[in-house]
Structure formats: C-alpha cells, structure tokens
C-alpha cells in the first residue's frame, strides 16, 4: 500500500502537535519515524490509522483520500500501550482479536496458525498473557497487528523495554514482515531504524525536518568531526564562552559522564581545533584532563535536527 500524507495539520487546543507535514510511503517500504518525545509521532500515525481526524491536510492509500473511503481494515497498528488483556490465553486472545478486525470465522483458526508460527509463539501459545516476558507479549502485539493481513503495518516503540537479545529478536520479525508489508516504524532510536528500515522521516515541533535513507544522512554526517575534551579550571560557564570562540567550533555541548562534567565540541575537521584547544588551556591556567576525536554518529545528526533552540 502506498501512503501520501498531504499538508497535515492537527491541534490540541492551542498547542499545534502537527504542522503542515507532507511526505509519501512508497509500497512494501520500512520508514522509520522518529522525532523527540512531543514532536508529533503518535497523533500522525494515529491520523493515519484512522484514530483521529485531522484539523487540515489529507492522508490518500493507493491515491484515496481517507476521507473517501473507510482503508480501517487494510491497516494494522501497534501502539506503544501494547494492547493485550493479561488474563486470557493466548489463542483465545488472537481469535478475539481476529473477530474485531472482521476476519470471517471460517478463516480464523487458519489465521491464528500462522500468526502463531509468523511470530514465534508456538511455546507460548497456551499460556495465559499475564505469563509471557515482555519480549512474547510484543510477538502477541504483532500478531494482533497484523491478523488480518494488512497491507500496512504502523509500530510505534515496538521494542520499548524489552533486553538486547528480545530486541534483535523483534527487529528480525519486522524484517521478516516488511517483505510483503508496508511498515511504519516509530522509535526514539536512530540505529534501531538503521538496521531495520529502508528509509528515515523525522520530525520537530511537528514539522518534518528529514527525509532521507540511512546512508544519506551518514554521509551528511561525514566530513563533520566531534571532540570530547575535560578540563579543570575556571568556571564552566567560563569554560563554554572559552571554547566557543574558537575559530573552528561549531557547536559547544555539555555532556555528563560518569558524574563528570565534559563538553562535546562540533568543529570543521583536521588537528587545528585541538591544538587551539591545548593552546587555550596554557593561557588560561587551565589543566587539560581528556581530548578524545569522535566519530560523527547518525545520532548526532538527529540530535542537531531536533536540537531545541
């Protein structure tokens, strides 16, 4: 299923959580959609899952407006809340589940089957949720998700609490899914997409601010270089106006590690930063303690797009 998204504006009394975003979601895609907590993820996914109506902007499938025709039944979604009733067996609650999405009874046993099989359950299948580890309980909200085969499957924080090895888990079970699915992916976390999906769209303040694939936005990070310095001496206000005025420092960020007070200096690249660097420390007294170059990371072109200002 293709997916545009037109101009889409939407408000909570005076707070505009959507701002005008336009991007499209080419059939049998894995987007990944990221953004900072309030940036507007979950009201777009819940516009485009039919949850909620937009103030302005359209949302098409295939080149349909939603506002056409009912495309419900076509979309699966997972919220975050992972929307399961603890209590109930897990067959039970993919039967119920197919029941709501309207999947005729005669088909329902089949469906739970391969549910079961698609997303690993077959030695859980019996439990009751409530018994499940949180990795299980996000197959079963796979399953839910997508037991009535829909052409497009919106996750949002899929692997939200759940250990490294369930995590890799649930990435493979997405990867498995998104060859015959159009995937929607929402996560704080920039390499979480990267090895997952086809292509990144993130948003601020309810605007997009990028649209591009991994690889692109890697590059963008290449030729921008980051160094970690701790100094001991004056004070830290006097420390950031110090490096700041540095001809080739970009940016001055403070950063925390270990209960240590550091600061990550984005700089145009080469070793004259870092000898300005040693020579501002000389002249003021000042002792330099670490210099550490750094490799520019994806995560540090999402956080100088979402960067509050």
């Known amino acids: 299923m293709q997916v545009q998204i ?3 504006v939407k408000s909570y009394g005076e707070q505009r959580a959507v701002d005008g975003i336009s ?3 080419r059939r049998g895609e894995i987007v990944g959609f990221l953004g900072p907590n309030g940036a507007g993820k979950t009201t777009t996914m819940k516009i485009i899952t039919g949850y909620l109506k937009p103030d302005a902007g359209e949302v098409r499938f295939d080149g349909v407006s939603s506002m056409e025709r009912d495309f419900r039944h076509k979309i699966g979604y997972l919220p975050e809340t992972n929307p ?3 209590d109930m067996p897990v067959i039970d609650y993919l039967k119920l589940s197919a029941r709501l999405q309207d999947v005729p009874e005669s088909e329902i046993p089949a469906r739970v089957r391969k549910m079961i099989e698609v997303c ?3 030695d859980e299948k019996h439990k009751t949720i409530g018994e499940l580890s949180k990795g299980y309980r ?3 909200g796979l399953a839910q998700a997508i037991i009535h085969d829909p052409e497009l499957l919106i996750l949002d924080e899929p692997t ?3 250990d490294p090895n369930q995590i890799v888990e649930i990435r493979q079970l997405i ?3 998104g060859k015959t699915k159009t995937v929607i992916l929402s996560t704080h976390i920039l390499p979480e997409v990267e090895a997952t999906c086809d292509r990144i769209i993130i948003i601020h303040r309810g605007k997009l601010v990028a649209d591009s694939t991994a690889g692109d936005l890697r590059r963008q990070a290449e030729g921008k270089s980051l160094l970690t310095v701790r100094i001991e001496g004056g004070t830290s206000e006097e420390q950031r106006s110090a490096l700041g005025r540095i001809s080739s420092v970009q940016g001055v960020e403070s950063v925390m590690e270990g209960g240590v007070q550091k600061w990550k200096l984005e700089h145009e690249g080469g ?3 870092a000898a300005e660097v040693f020579d501002l420390c000389v002249q003021r007294g000042w002792k330099l303690l670490e210099m550490v170059p750094q490799q520019q990371k994806l995560e540090d072109v999402f956080r100088a797009l979402t960067m509050e200002n």
């Open 138 to 140: 996000q197959r079963v």
């Open 6 to 8: 037109r101009n889409l």
């Open 175 to 177: 990867r498995e899914i």
């Open 23 to 25: 991007f499209e979601i």
């Open 160 to 162: 939200s609490g759940l």
């Open 84 to 86: 399961l009733y603890t």
């Open 271 to 273: 070793d004259d930063t």
């Open 120 to 122: 690993g359950l077959g």
